[in-house]
């Protein structure tokens, strides 16, 4: 599983490598509003021909995570 974020948002994806299996495998969005994970295939071809997102690790992911919900709450 590769984490992946962008400034508020954060997906990951169920494969190591980029590739042809990285298109195809199982991707995720970080939903606030139910803080939930949901599923989003195209996320996987942002990341690879836009560039949106940028490597993380699932700390970093969760950490982005808490301080949105943390600003959030304060407004």
């Not at 994970?37 to 699932?58: A, F, H, I, K």
Request: hydrophobic fraction near 35%; charged fraction near 30%; glycine fraction near 4%.
């Amino acid at each position: 599983m590769r984490y992946f974020k962008d400034y508020h948002d954060v997906a990951r994806v169920d494969a190591d490598e980029f590739g042809h299996a990285f298109l195809h495998a199982r991707a995720e969005t970080f939903n606030y509003r139910t803080n939930t994970w949901r599923e989003d295939p195209m996320v996987s071809t942002q990341m690879m021909l836009r560039g949106e997102y940028e490597s993380c690790t699932q700390a970093e992911a969760e950490q982005v995570i808490a301080d949105f919900q943390a600003r959030r709450r304060t407004g």
